[in-house]
């Protein structure tokens, strides 16, 4: 899986993501849903090498962003941050899927 994103603070999704210990839960969006229970290569871009791996626990429609917790998740420090980015690249956040991973290694 491809993260190229960045937040409000200009810092990349993948970065963070690589800075998380193993173990850690992280959330992405896509508009497409993944198979639960599958290892996903985490890549800064196409073709890239893996820089860490990542196990998909959930794949739900999104629904609503609950609180502040689920933005951090997301690599964000604020709900107007994500809303922003998925503005900027006209993306339709209702019909994208919330995907929970855990970093494995």
């Known amino acids: 899986m491809i993260f190229q994103s960045r937040n409000e603070s200009r810092r990349k999704k993948y970065d963070w993501i690589m800075s998380l210990p193993v173990g850690a839960y992280f959330v992405t969006r896509r508009?497409?849903?993944v198979k639960v229970g599958k290892v996903i290569a985490i890549q800064p871009g196409?073709?890239?090498?893996a820089g860490c791996w990542a196990e998909v626990l959930s794949c739900e429609r999104h629904k609503e962003i609950y609180n502040l917790y689920e933005?951090?998740?997301e690599g964000?420090?604020?709900e107007k941050g994500l809303l922003d980015y998925f503005?900027?690249?006209k993306i339709d956040i209702d019909k994208t899927y919330r995907i929970l991973m855990r970093k494995v290694k």
Do not use: N, V
């Open 46 to 49: 196409r073709g890239k090498k």
């Open 76 to 78: 964000f420090r604020t």
């Open 71 to 73: 933005i951090i998740l």
């Open 87 to 89: 503005i900027q690249h």
């Open 31 to 33: 508009l497409k849903p």
